[in-house]
């Protein structure tokens, strides 16, 4: 591969960390998103507490494998949470050597939230993590506009989920305004043009919160693998050839159905058959 492509922890969230890492590493992807705060209300969590025997046998399986940890997952800032939970999220994080914390922008209140975000970036900072905002199609900050603005204001990064990108509106000529070196994580999957009708799930891997609002449940339950769908892929990989990608597709009745190991290398396949030659592609041009 030209360069190392990551797969995130919703791709599979009821992998526990470990596991997760030796199925990554076994369907060749050469690095992990984790999940080490819930997304949602009441979502079970995995106790990744540094020195805790979960993220114990998460840096062992990451040794034995040689898989590494991009980011952690998944902080929103509401306007209720601070220092007291942000803090264990950026300690567990540290402990895998992940470099990036993934925000959501939960708080209309853009006051508070450009002072939080800012007291959370001062802290990532010394945990050698940037916190970095997602934009999420239904959720506050759902723009890259928005995100960019934060991040001049506050030196957080941003993290591009191309899915919220599409069903928020975004266009590939909007990712110009975005600098190249905030932008820290690709996260790619595909879809449709517009969200389409899907079953809501009996269990939802964590127990995460879903319901029968087309975005979220889209967003947690059933992606597309990337060129499967519609989106503009290939031009904002193109926009963005230097900056890590992971790949980002839950699909929850086909992981029971099929396994995880079978849906990873599906997801692996997909993504070297279709776009590894990008890369190279730019780099000859540079």
Not at 17 to 23: G, I, K, M, Q, T
Not at 116 to 121: D, F, H, K, R
Request: net charge negative; hydrophobic share 40%.
């Amino acid at each position: 591969m030209s360069k190392p492509l990551g797969v995130a922890h919703l791709s599979a969230l009821d992998l526990a960390p470990p596991d997760l890492v030796r199925h990554a590493a076994d369907a060749g992807f050469a690095s992990v998103g984790v999940r080490v705060f819930p997304a949602t209300p009441g979502e079970q969590r995995y106790p990744m507490t540094p020195g805790s025997p979960m993220s114990r046998q998460t840096i062992r399986a990451m040794a034995e494998t040689g898989v590494t940890v991009l980011d952690v997952e998944a902080f929103t800032l509401d306007g209720t949470r601070g220092r007291e939970q942000w803090l264990p999220a950026l300690d567990a994080g540290a402990a895998l050597g992940a470099t990036v914390l993934n925000v959501i922008g939960g708080d209309a209140d853009q006051h508070r939230l450009r002072e939080t975000l800012t007291e959370l970036v001062a802290d990532g900072r010394d945990h050698g993590i940037q916190p970095s905002l997602e934009p999420i199609a239904y959720q506050p900050i759902n723009t890259v506009a928005a995100a960019c603005a934060l991040s001049r204001e506050t030196g957080c990064g941003i993290m591009l989920d191309v899915l919220h990108f599409v069903r928020a509106g975004g266009r590939v000529e909007d990712l110009q305004a975005v600098p190249a070196d905030a932008l820290r994580v690709i996260q790619l999957c595909d879809g449709p043009e517009t969200p389409p009708p899907l079953p809501v799930p009996q269990r939802m891997p964590l127990g995460q919160t879903v319901s029968t609002d087309r975005l979220p449940l889209e967003s947690r339950s059933r992606r597309q693998s990337p060129g499967e769908g519609s989106f503009p892929l290939r031009s904002i990989l193109e926009t963005f050839p230097a900056t890590p990608v992971s790949i980002e597709v839950p699909d929850v009745a086909g992981c029971a159905e099929f396994g995880h190991a079978q849906h990873f290398e599906r997801l692996h396949r997909a993504y070297v058959s279709r776009f590894d030659h990008i890369d190279t592609a730019m780099k000859g041009t540079s």
